[in-house]
Nanobody, 120 residues
Framework: QVQLVESGGGLVQAGGSLRLSCVAS????????MGWFRQGPGKERQFVAA????????NYADFVKGRFTISRDNAKNTVYLQMNNLKPEDTAVYYC?????????????WGQGTQVTVSS
């Protein structure tokens, strides 16, 4: 079973940037489609982005298109989320997990997440 540890969150002003990382252990990371999800205060967890096993196909939620970029380094068992032009509504706990690329359905267990707070 894949274990995931997210990091890179923090407090940033609107318009700023952050880069999240998610390191995987166990399993065969290079064969998984990976995704980022987020859960804002009082909200349900929602899909943010996904990347296929080879890193050549990406899928984004409409609300992050043009601002966020997902990438991966299979040699480091790591998936990244570069977040630019952050908005207060991006405030949430961000999680990574394995995901079904087409349906965006999360498949694996959740890590502890990393908190992103965007001030106005």
């Amino acid at each position: 079973q894949v274990q995931l540890v997210e990091s890179g969150g923090g407090l940033v002003q609107a318009g700023g940037s952050l880069r999240l990382s998610c390191v995987a252990s166990g399993g065969t990371f290079g064969s998984y489609t990976m995704g980022w999800f987020r859960q804002g205060p009082g909200k349900e967890r929602q899909f943010v982005a996904a990347i296929n096993w080879s890193g050549v196909r990406m899928n984004y939620a409409d609300f992050v298109k043009g601002r966020f970029t997902i990438s991966r380094d299979n040699a480091k068992n790591t998936v990244y989320l570069q977040m630019n032009n952050l908005k207060p509504e991006d405030t949430a706990v961000y999680y990574c997990t394995t995901v079904e690329y087409t349906t965006k359905r999360p498949l694996g267990s959740w890590g502890q997440g990393t908190q992103v707070t965007v001030s106005s």
